[in-house]
């Protein structure tokens, strides 16, 4: 095969029309698309029942259901094991269930990993509650509730709200950067994004009582990070919503034998939390003061 | 940025660009099951990236959402390494086989989705889009000498790639 025959072909491919079928299904896919993105997406096998391009899919052999934008095979969907399709397919499905959620608690602790590889388990735990403009940390110390932070939105900055019960103080810290900045949502979609570079298939297993599949992708995937940060994200199998994440190999400041990782776990989506939890609140005697000053103004 | 506003973008940049996207993805496809995995890869991209795509330069990086999104779609049915599912040929026993035009056409579609970002572009802007040089060179990013040397070799590439094959 010469140049010529080759440029011959590609000027062939370039004067070749869209077939009116497959426009249909890219406008029909285009569309539904578009409609996964709007929060509110209801009744969505009802659409699927009268999607026009579920029968013709079905008429061509190769069986494709257009569901919400998305593509199913067969041989993923028939037997629900969905995380075997197009990756672009379910990333799409995790987006659209994540952007359904109102708020979210889990709980995040960290592991310490020596260089021998000892590990140690952080004395400090945290349970995060996220709303959909602000969310809260609070910080234990074993079963001691140490610290309450709140973290609300201020113009394009975020003010953080924190109350130390051990120290019994309290005080206020700007950030630069609005919510999204500080979203835990949306560093669950950032690892959604990047799941089609996933380098393993963890497969299933049972945590917290739910069916999960894990994937495993390192960071240098998707920016400028070593091979050995790893990230593992388990989704429940019938939510598609995450329930246990792993960041693993990550640095600890002036100590390069010890690498850390950071677990979330125990997630509740859409949780019923008094009204109040996002509004800092300071008990009774508690002075305004820094930690550090507290601290200092005891050892004295 | 907002979800609100994003999604406005979106919606804009898909009406501008559906067609585009499905004409290309089409002509680099050229099979039904391809074309709808590369559009779903296609559309996914350009929410991700809906930021980039609001402004001048959102035709440059719709070229490059649609080559890529084309890349994975063939990546998932031909391997990493292009080896999977070779058409079965028989080109060993006897090399001056000729195969049809369909089937020559498949095997372009399939090298080109093997091409490297900037010569993949360079290609399918000029022979499946009938773009200038100019125009090439502006979406590329490039003068036009280089626009010129991407599909050059582009061409060679395609050429080693199928000089048995076709």
């Known amino acids: 095969m010469n140049r010529e025959n080759i440029e011959e072909i590609l000027k062939k491919l370039g004067s070749e029309d869209v077939p009116a079928d497959m426009q249909a299904i890219a406008e029909e896919a285009s569309e539904q698309f578009s409609k996964t993105l709007t929060p509110s997406r209801q009744h969505i096998w009802s659409n699927v029942m009268r999607s026009p391009i579920t029968k013709l899919a079905a008429a061509a052999a190769i069986a494709i259901i257009v569901l919400g934008g998305i593509t199913f095979w067969p041989s993923s969907s028939e037997n629900g094991k969905w995380w075997l399709g197009p990756p672009a397919a379910w990333g799409q499905e995790i987006i659209a269930a994540l952007d359904t959620i109102k708020g979210i608690t889990c709980r995040e602790r960290t592991l310490l990993v020596i260089a021998n590889g000892s590990k140690h388990t952080s004395g400090t735990w945290n349970i995060i509650y996220v709303s959909h403009d602000s969310y809260r940390n609070d910080i234990y110390d074993g079963d001691f509730l140490r610290e309450i932070q709140w973290y609300v939105p201020d113009g394009n900055n975020m003010i953080q709200h924190y109350v130390r019960f051990d120290l019994e103080c309290y005080g206020a810290v700007t950030h630069k950067g609005t919510f999204g900045n500080h979203d835990p949502i949306e560093r669950i979609r950032f690892h959604v994004w990047h799941l089609d570079k996933a380098d393993k298939l963890l497969g299933q297993k049972v945590i917290e009582d739910r069916n999960c599949v894990g994937f495993e992708i390192s960071a240098s995937e998707y920016g400028d990070n070593p091979k050995e940060w790893l990230d593992r994200i388990w989704f429940d199998v019938e939510t598609k919503l995450p329930v246990w994440i792993e960041e693993h190999g990550r640095p600890v400041t002036g100590k390069p034998n010890v690498t850390f990782t950071n677990i979330k776990d125990q997630f509740d989506y859409n949780p019923e939390l008094p009204a109040g939890t996002f509004i800092p609140e300071v008990p009774d005697g508690f002075v305004n003061a820094h930690p550090d000053e507290i601290k200092a103004a005891r050892e004295k | ?166």
């Open chain 2, 1 to 166: 940025m907002k979800h609100s506003k994003r999604l406005e973008i979106f919606e804009k940049v898909r009406a501008e660009y559906a067609g585009f996207l499905a004409s290309v993805l089409w002509k680099l496809t050229g099979d039904k099951e391809l074309f709808a995995e590369a559009l779903q890869y296609a559309l996914l991209e350009m929410w991700r990236k809906v930021e980039k795509l609001d402004g001048e330069k959102a035709g440059a990086y719709i070229y490059r959402i649609a080559l890529t999104a084309n890349s994975k779609a063939w990546r998932n049915r031909i391997g990493r390494d292009g080896r999977a599912g070779q058409p079965q040929l028989n080109i060993e026993e006897d090399p001056q086989d000729r195969v049809s035009s369909s089937e020559s056409a498949g095997l372009i579609r399939r090298a080109i989705a093997q091409l490297g970002a900037k010569q993949a572009g360079a290609v399918v802007m000029r022979y499946l889009q009938q773009q200038s040089y100019e125009s090439i060179a502006g979406k590329l990013n490039c003068s036009e000498d280089t626009a010129r040397s991407h599909v050059s070799k582009a061409l060679a590439a395609l050429k080693s790639k199928l000089g048995n094959l076709i």
